[in-house]
C-alpha cells in the first residue's frame, strides 16, 4: 500500500519557520511530481506547492511565493516544505500528495494523497 507520512508540523510564532518532511514509501515516486496542500479550519483545500520528479519546474501558491521554497531528495523519497516568515494565516493541515503530472497537482486533483501535519501559527 502506498503510503505518504508528513512531519514537521507544529506550534511556531508569527514570522518564524518551520520545515515539513513527506516521506513516500514507494521508490518509484522519485519519477513523479509532488506537491504540498493545506486546509485551515471551515475552508477548503488548497493547493500550496508542486514540484516536478528532478525538481527543475516548482509551482506555488501567490500567497506563499518568496516565502516557501518546495525542494526533493529522491534519493530518501522525501519532499520538503521550507516556510520562512510564516503568519497566522498559514496556520493549517499540511498534506503532500503525488502524481505523475506537476499540472494535475497543480489543479488540485493528485492521485495519491498522505496523511497531514498541523501547522499552527501564533501571532
Known amino acids: 500500500q502506498v503510503q505518504l507520512l508528513a512531519s514537521g508540523g507544529g506550534l511556531v510564532q508569527a514570522g518564524g519557520s518551520l520545515r515539513l518532511s513527506c516521506a513516500a514509501s514507494?521508490?518509484?515516486?522519485?519519477?513523479?511530481?509532488m506537491g504540498w496542500f493545506r486546509q485551515a479550519p471551515g475552508k477548503e483545500r488548497e493547493f500550496v506547492a508542486a514540484?516536478?520528479?528532478?525538481?527543475?519546474?516548482?509551482y506555488y501558491a501567490d500567497s506563499v511565493e518568496g516565502r516557501f521554497t518546495i525542494s526533493r531528495d529522491n534519493a530518501k523519497n522525501t519532499l520538503y516544505l521550507q516556510m520562512n516568515s510564516l503568519k497566522p494565516e498559514d496556520t493549517a493541515v499540511y498534506s503532500c500528495?503525488?502524481?505523475?503530472?506537476?499540472?494535475?497537482?497543480?489543479?488540485?486533483?493528485?492521485?495519491?494523497w498522505g496523511q497531514g501535519t498541523q501547522v499552527t501559527v501564533s501571532s
Open positions: 500528495a503525488v502524481d505523475q503530472y506537476i499540472e494535475t497537482l497543480y489543479s488540485g486533483s493528485p492521485h495519491y
Open positions: 514507494e521508490r518509484a515516486f522519485s519519477s513523479y511530481a
Open positions: 514540484t516536478s520528479w528532478s525538481g527543475g519546474i516548482t
